[in-house]
């Protein structure tokens, strides 16, 4: 039964590319086409991954294979005016606007400015037509399709963030990212295909902002590929603030050439069942990487965030953090994979996660994945999984703060660390924000 | 002003206070000694309402009101407060937004307008300075760093600023330098005034040649086994527990 599902997810989404191909119109001898073309052989062959697969074994992804999600390009838009999406940025501080509607480029919506000379930043469409010179090294170099997801956006990809920074340029303002989805009038997939490149001692931010644009069932299959070359500081936020309906998976496959930092932050709080792959391979000596994650669900919501960092090369360091908040019966699942090749002599990397249940029925499924090849290696994991601490709540309770707010404020205080290392200090109070919003709890106002 | 009955308390079902009862008025300071692991913090947090603590039997009346009956945030609201001998750290909460939230409900429960922005800090930097407390200290998150005297400092501080009728100090002189210790001291002496008391807890008699007490328990297994005035503090200090203890057992055999 499992298997027949499945296949029929396989063989709705290549029926559908012959649609796809015609809405090309002319741009269908493109590298990118190449590129896709090879990606539906792989949606063919490749099955949408099923408990059986270790990767995904806390995870099922059936009800998303239920639907027949009709891909983005070919369906109707949204009318959105710019108006209403003021309402789902972060603000109070200067940034390059990038929409996204359905995952396709919304010039009218974005406000990108003026950039240094040389920087693009620009939806993948525009660029594969006006410029592909600028991204064909890049695109699909990284990631390997390795399940149907993957070969799913990749045989359609068409639109998406592309930013690229070259050598010696440091970019002043963060690009905030809109991505909104809606399936107001079809049942939407939205396939985002990112690409950051930051060039030799360059420097870039780019907040990814997942919201929706209503209350309906859509599903989010998004790749982003980063490179950091050397000396390059490579910031990416993401918030994922959408509604409860919606099914978002990413994969994030990033490379770090030497000297470089690559920070990673996860901000999940929307989603009915969402799953992030972020991964990072070190292409060199003294690279940092750090990844922060803070997850919230409640409802029956669904978070899995699986990480990995390849430590290839000696000297290298990673960090990694993640925090969840579980509330109802809702599921959280982590798994921090990390590798120390046998090259990577000097390696330090540290991961923790650590969850907290707010009701009895919430659960979370966390492992850790070291395997270590190389023998001069500091490396430390940790995991825990715990409630709000009784004694801390009588301590703000016996200063006459009732309880549900002592339960926020004990809610911030764990979530504080991850916070804490946003570097737009905007950004952290609008996260903040979010925190209490999401929970539906009492705000403290931190002033 | 606080009234406890025949009060008896378990925690983990171990039946901690057997028997207490205390009167305390407005405009006393009571202190209570004993011997480690002897309930002193038991009674202190059964007054304050941690509900790790069970009330097995008796009664206590805050005000001629059922204290007990209360939780922790309305008897603070109806001024009590809990000095306590390990304070908490809160991580990414000021002490500033942790006590005008704090003072805020408070004022709220007893009808009174919420606290302006410049009456909060006008009030902050008053009470800061009768305990020499730092400005960083009050931007930064409640107690998260803050060393041991710091702590102790602190939970003065919240004192001086919700203004409780009913003050419990719980050790709140262990991990005080000389210094610090009588500047506290001092800031409760400040506060002390004929509507408001105190008991304060504490191992060394040194404290209240700072903070004089008017009676002087000793606590022991969970009983007040002997009071009396500040002397017999001084009078612990030099024999120790021993002497009351054996007075105490042949009490109990007759
Ligand atoms: N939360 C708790 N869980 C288990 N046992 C407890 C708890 N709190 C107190 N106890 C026990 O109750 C007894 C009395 O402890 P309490 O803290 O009241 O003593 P104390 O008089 O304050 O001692 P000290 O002078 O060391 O502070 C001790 O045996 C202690 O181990
Ligand atoms: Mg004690």
Redesign the pocket.
């Known amino acids: 039964m499992d298997n027949m599902e499945h296949k029929s997810a396989n063989e709705w989404y290549v029926s559908k590319f012959k649609v796809f191909e015609d809405k090309l119109n002319g741009q269908s001898k493109s590298f990118l086409h190449d590129i896709r073309k090879n990606a539906l052989n792989n949606l063919v062959e490749l099955s949408f991954p099923t408990n059986k697969n270790e990767e995904w074994k806390y995870t099922n992804v059936a009800p998303i294979l239920k639907h027949n999600f009709l891909p983005a390009i070919i369906s109707t838009l949204p009318k959105i005016k710019k108006e209403e999406t003021k309402q789902f940025l972060f603000k109070n501080f200067d940034y390059h606007l990038v929409v996204f509607v359905n995952g396709l480029f919304a010039e009218e919506l974005s406000e990108i400015g003026h950039l240094p000379k040389g920087v693009i930043v620009d939806g993948l469409n525009r660029i594969a037509k006006n410029n592909p010179g600028s991204i064909d090294k890049y695109i699909n170099k990284l990631s390997k399709i390795d399940n149907a997801f993957n070969a799913l956006n990749t045989a359609y990809s068409y639109d998406g963030l592309v930013v690229i920074v070259p050598e010696g340029i440091v970019l002043e303002k963060p690009i905030q990212v809109l991505y909104l989805n809606s399936s107001k009038n079809d049942l939407v997939l939205s396939l985002p295909r990112n690409l950051v490149v930051a060039g030799k001692n360059s420097q870039v931010s780019v907040i990814a902002n997942y919201h929706s644009y209503g209350d309906k069932t859509y599903f989010s299959n998004i790749i982003t590929e980063v490179y950091a070359e050397e000396n390059a500081i490579v910031d990416l936020y993401k918030t994922q603030n959408e509604n409860d309906e919606s099914y978002h998976i990413e994969k994030v496959q990033a490379i770090q050439k030497k000297n470089s930092v690559f920070n990673h932050y996860n901000i999940n709080f929307g989603g009915a069942i969402v799953r992030n792959d972020i991964n990072t391979m070190h292409d060199g000596q003294n690279v940092e990487t750090h990844y922060y994650g803070l997850y919230l669900a409640h409802g029956k919501q669904h978070v899995d965030n699986h990480t990995f960092i390849d430590h290839a090369k000696p000297n290298c360091m990673s960090n990694e953090l993640y925090k969840g908040i579980l509330d109802d019966n809702s599921r959280g699942v982590f798994n921090g994979k990390i590798i120390v090749r046998q090259d990577a002599q000097k390696t330090n990397a540290y991961q923790q996660n650590k969850t907290i249940l707010l009701s009895k029925t919430a659960t979370i499924d966390t492992k850790p994945q070291l395997e270590i090849f190389a023998d001069d290696v500091k490396c430390s994991h940790g995991a825990t999984v715990g409630h709000l601490d009784d004694t801390s709540e009588f301590y703000i309770r016996s200063r006459g703060v009732p309880q549900e707010l002592a339960k926020s404020m004990l809610i911030r205080a764990f979530a504080n660390d991850v916070i804490d290392t946003v570097k737009i200090e905007p950004l952290k109070e609008q996260i903040n924000h979010m925190i209490f919003e999401h929970l539906h709890r009492v705000e403290v106002e931190n002033k | 002003m606080l009234s406890i009955k025949n009060l008896y308390a378990n925690?983990?079902g171990?039946e901690?206070l057997k028997g207490i009862n205390l009167e305390i008025k407005a405009g006393e300071v009571h202190a209570i000694m004993?011997?480690?692991?002897?309930?002193?913090?038991?009674?202190?947090?059964v007054l304050t309402g941690n509900k790790?603590?069970e009330v097995t039997n008796g009664n206590v009346l805050f005000e001629g009101r059922d204290l007990l009956d209360m939780d922790p945030e309305t008897r603070a609201r109806e001024g009590m407060f809990l000095a306590f001998?390990y304070p908490i750290e809160i991580p990414g909460i000021s002490n500033a937004t942790f006590l005008k939230t704090a003072l805020n409900e408070i004022r709220k429960y007893n009808n009174l307008s919420e606290l302006t922005s410049t009456e909060f800090l006008d009030r902050i930097k008053d009470k800061a300075k009768i305990l020499g407390l730092d400005d960083t200290l009050i931007s930064r998150a409640v107690n998260v760093g803050f060393s041991g005297g710091e702590k102790k400092r602190n939970e003065i501080f919240q004192m001086l600023m919700l203004e409780p009728k009913f003050v419990l100090l719980?050790?709140t002189d262990s991990g005080l330098d000389i210094d610090a210790l009588r500047i506290v001291s001092s800031g409760v002496n400040i506060y002390r005034n004929p509507n408001n008391a105190f008991l304060v807890?504490t191992?060394y008699q040194r404290l209240l040649n700072y903070i004089q007490p008017d009676y002087v328990h000793v606590?022991y297994k969970?009983k007040i086994i002997k009071s009396g005035g500040k002397e017999l503090a001084l009078e612990l200090e030099e024999k120790g527990y021993d002497w009351i203890k054996s007075e105490e057992l042949e009490t109990e055999k007759v």
């Open positions: 925690v983990d171990k901690i004993g011997p480690n692991g002897s309930g002193k913090s038991t009674l202190a947090n790790n603590y001998q719980d050790e807890v191992h606590l969970g």
